[in-house]
């Protein structure tokens, strides 16, 4: 069973940055691709980026491109979400996950707790 821990999170104002990392136990990390996902008020949870399983790749959601960086180191088993030019929208609580290799960026191993990030005006 994979486990995943985010942290880095924090309260900024917006302009600022943050890094959030995300540490996965288990020997398939190398292997996945990952994504970074977040949720603010309410049940759902955003597709943010993803990168391919040895970080040649990325993919990001129109709101951040420009803004966000993800990448990965597979010997830390660690993915990273590098986030610049924070915007009060960007608040959320977010999350890491493998995702399938083809198709659309879901979920595929259990959520970790997250890591808040709140930006302020």
């Known amino acids: 069973q994979v486990q995943l821990i985010e942290s880095g999170g924090g309260t900024v104002q917006a302009g600022g940055s943050l890094r959030l990392s995300c540490a996965a136990s288990?020997?398939?990390?190398?292997?996945?691709?990952m994504g970074w996902f977040r949720q603010a008020l309410g049940p759902e949870r955003e597709f943010v980026a993803a990168?391919?399983?040895?970080?040649?790749?990325?993919y990001y959601r129109d709101s951040v491109k420009g803004r966000f960086t993800i990448s990965r180191d597979n010997a830390k088993k660690t993915v990273y979400l590098q986030m610049n030019s924070l915007k009060p929208e960007d608040t959320a609580v977010y999350y890491c996950?493998?995702?399938?290799?083809?198709?659309?960026?879901?979920?595929?191993?259990?959520w970790g707790q997250g890591t808040q990030v709140t930006v302020s005006s």
């Open positions: 288990g020997r398939t990390f190398s292997a996945v691709p």
């Open positions: 996950n493998a995702i399938p290799q083809k198709g659309a960026p879901t979920a595929i191993w259990d």
């Open positions: 990168i391919n399983w040895d970080g040649s790749s990325t």
